[in-house]
């Protein structure tokens, strides 16, 4: 399984992007997907997951209320809509694809990782 994140850039405060991962084969559209990100000098942290029909999903507290994660089986894509975007979500940002069925805020719970897109949020 390959993932491909695309959809980062420069934004300004406030304003709204969408991610989008694609993944290479038909079977991981059974599997739960969660985005990551990582900032210059900091761990890796989760911002979102969903499970493998979309049914359950799940956010950091920072981002709650703010973006929203959602998949098209069909496509075998996931989507990170980001609304409201701060300063603080700078970040490079990584799609993951669970181990399961079902969604983790761990990272080892993930097996494939795609190469991550660049947010960059300007004042």
């Known amino acids: 399984v390959q993932l491909q994140a695309c959809g980062g850039g420069l934004v300004q405060a406030g304003g709204s992007l969408r991610l989008s991962c694609a993944a290479s084969?038909?079977?991981?559209?059974?599997?739960?997907v969660g985005w990551f990100r990582q900032t210059p000098g900091k761990e890796r942290e989760f911002v979102a997951a969903?499970?493998?029909?979309?049914?359950?999903?799940h956010y950091a507290d920072s981002v709650k209320g703010r973006f929203t994660i959602s998949r098209d089986r069909t496509k075998n894509t996931v989507y990170l809509e980001m609304n409201r975007l701060t300063l603080e979500d700078t970040a490079v940002y990584y799609c993951?694809?669970?181990?399961?069925?079902?969604?983790?805020?761990?990272?080892?719970?993930?097996?494939?990782w795609g190469r991550g897109t660049q947010v960059t949020v300007s004042s």
């Open positions: 084969k038909r079977t991981s559209s059974n599997n739960g």
């Open positions: 993951a694809s669970a181990r399961g069925a079902h969604y983790s805020v761990r990272e080892r719970e993930y097996t494939y």
């Open positions: 969903i499970n493998w029909n979309g049914g359950a999903t």
